[in-house]
């Protein structure tokens, strides 16, 4: 199958899953951001996410580095929830920043130490406290550690711009 028809059938998926009536948008007054979870997929809305988040076409994006969870001083606590919910706020920080909202972010990379499975509950709740409804993609990548010893947890974002 040649290059192109492989790019026009992977453009054919794409058109029909932003074609599926479970779309939302991220901010329902100025329709900046699509978010997309196809009905025929998992839900993944209870665990903090969505499944695509589409951009508008003349979007300005800003990519966010990686947040972790030191404070203003650089201190990390050695304790993961406190480093995430930092995280979080320094994210905020960052979008406050650039004149940008929670709303406003499309995509989120999470990188966690030493990942498992009790730790979803403390990113779930962190994620949906700052995103509410309009939670975007995210994917989580277990790593073994981060760039500063006692780092637990980093969260980057792309996010559109006004």
């Known amino acids: 199958m040649s290059r192109a028809i492989k790019h026009l059938l992977i453009g054919g998926l794409i ?17 900046k951001l ?3 979870n196809p009905r ?10 969505s499944t695509a988040v589409i951009m508008p076409r003349e979007a300005r994006v800003a990519y ?7 404070d203003g001083t650089g201190a990390l606590s050695p304790d993961f929830a ?5 995280a979080y706020a320094n994210l905020h920080a960052a979008l ?3 004149g940008a909202r929670p709303d406003q972010v499309a995509k989120l990379t999470i990188l966690v130490v030493d990942h498992d499975m009790s730790k979803l509950e403390v990113l779930t709740r962190n994620v949906k406290k700052m995103f509410g409804e309009a939670l975007p993609a995210q994917t989580l990548i277990p790593v073994p550690r981060l760039a500063v010893d006692g780092m637990l947890f980093e969260v980057e974002a792309m996010a559109v711009l006004d």
Do not use: F, H, K, R
Not at 16 to 30: F, H, K, Q, R, S
Not at 82 to 86: F, G, I, L, R, W
């Open 64 to 70: 966010i580095s990686g947040q972790g969870g030191q």
């Open 96 to 98: 406050d920043a650039l």
């Open 82 to 86: 406190v480093q995430v919910e930092q």
């Open 34 to 36: 699509t978010i997309v």
């Open 15 to 31: 058109i029909m899953t932003i074609g599926v009536p479970a779309a939302t948008t991220a901010n329902e007054n100025d329709l």
């Open 40 to 49: 025929n997929l998992y839900d993944p809305t209870p665990n903090g996410y």
